[in-house]
């Protein structure tokens, strides 16, 4: 699987947009990009996926550039609840096989007043 | 509701004893997983079973055992050979055929080593 590069933290005024970015230069035509969130001492909550089309859902936006080698995860309105640490992954999805996804040390979002 | 639950929450051992730890999901989920967190650091696979009486090595298994005789429940054993066991540990399933790769997790069992 594609390694991925996060910053390490980010901070974001409540109310504004916050836009975290992932570094996949090597990924693969067939590796999909996941993005899920660890509020502190709880497990991971996914968040969106994509291959190479933009996707939106009720959390979250995911933006993937045409050359697929980087994405920009967006949360419109950021609340204080979005404080989480952020796991930028890659891999391929292949059904019918666990989804062993790998987890790095992701980007620690501040939202503040 | 449907979801995975681990338990206990909060454990404490001490050095030499075995322990398990609990994770149930009553998602009809076919993947079951263990991963190990450490304090700021990013999750890694323990252990992993696609089906019912299979399951595979992860990154980090030595030291650390699972069984998988129910579809759904996935205990994992550590060990006295694991020599630093003290961590968070999280449980995830996820769907088999025409899955959309989505893990699932439950809330964690943090275990320390007196």
């Known amino acids: 699987d594609a390694k991925t590069t996060q910053p390490t933290s980010m901070d974001c005024a409540e109310g504004r947009a916050a836009n975290l970015p992932c570094n996949h230069s090597t990924i693969s035509g067939n590796e999909y990009v996941y993005w899920y969130r660890q509020i502190h001492s709880q497990g991971p909550q996914y968040i969106i996926h994509g291959l190479k089309n933009n996707e939106t859902n009720e959390m979250a936006s995911l933006i993937i550039t045409e050359d697929r080698k980087s994405s920009t995860l967006i949360l419109p309105h950021a609340t204080l609840r979005d404080t989480a640490v952020y796991y930028c992954i890659v891999r391929v999805l292949t059904t019918g096989t666990a989804s062993k996804l790998t987890f790095g040390t992701g980007t620690r979002l501040q939202v503040t007043l | 509701d449907g979801g995975i639950t681990q338990s206990p929450k909060y454990l404490f051992r001490k050095e030499g004893q075995n322990v398990t730890l609990s994770c149930e999901q009553n998602?009809?989920?076919?993947?079951m997983y263990w991963y190990r967190q450490d304090p700021g650091q990013g999750l890694r696979l323990i252990y992993y079973?696609?089906?019912?009486?299979?399951?595979q090595k992860g990154d980090i298994a030595e030291g650390y055992s699972v069984s998988r005789e129910k579809k759904e429940s996935f205990p994992l054993t550590v060990t006295s050979a694991q020599k630093n066991p003290t961590a968070f540990y999280l449980c995830?399933?996820?769907?088999?055929?025409?899955?959309?790769?989505?893990?699932?997790f439950g809330e964690g069992s943090r275990l320390t080593v007196l």
């Open positions: 998602l009809n989920h076919d993947a």
């Open positions: 995830a399933s996820s769907a088999g055929q025409a899955s959309t790769g989505e893990l699932f």
């Open positions: 079973s696609q089906i019912v009486n299979d399951f």
